[in-house]
Nanobody, 123 residues
Framework: QVQLVESVGGSVQAGGSLRLSCAASPLTYWRNCMGWFRRVPGKEREVVVAIDSDGSTRYADSVKGLFTISKDNAENTLYLQMNSLKPEDPGMYYC?????????????????WGRGTEVTVSS
């Protein structure tokens, strides 16, 4: 059974930074396509970044240059470093896993996700 557990989110001021982490199990799935998506109030769910088994990444235009995804293979942990957070970035952030298909930013391609963690940004 796939389990994705995100770290506790947080609250930062606009312009601040926050790092989220996600522990994935079982290890069988660790090298599959993984990503982060968010649900911002009033907007559709959006996959903001995906990382493939070879380490290649894809970022949504909305976060390109601001967010960075990384994987710590020794700790089996997925990270999302978010810098220069904006008032439009708060919401629920979810770690996600994709088992089939191309590792892109299609929301429907990710069949598994964690319970989510809340990010708030104050102006």
């Amino acid at each position: 059974q796939v389990q994705l557990v995100e770290s506790v989110g947080g609250s930062v001021q606009a312009g601040g930074s926050l790092r989220l982490s996600c522990a994935a199990s079982p290890l069988t799935y660790w090298r599959n396509c993984m990503g982060w998506f968010r649900r911002v109030p009033g907007k559709e769910r959006e996959v903001v970044v995906a990382i493939d088994s070879d380490g290649s990444t894809r970022y949504a235009d909305s976060v390109k240059g601001l967010f960075t995804i990384s994987k710590d293979n020794a700790e089996n942990t997925l990270y999302l470093q978010m810098n220069s957070l904006k008032p439009e970035d708060p919401g629920m952030y979810y770690c996600a896993l994709r088992l089939v298909g191309r590792c892109d930013l299609t929301v429907s391609g990710f069949g598994f996700w964690g319970r989510g963690t809340e990010v708030t940004v104050s102006s």
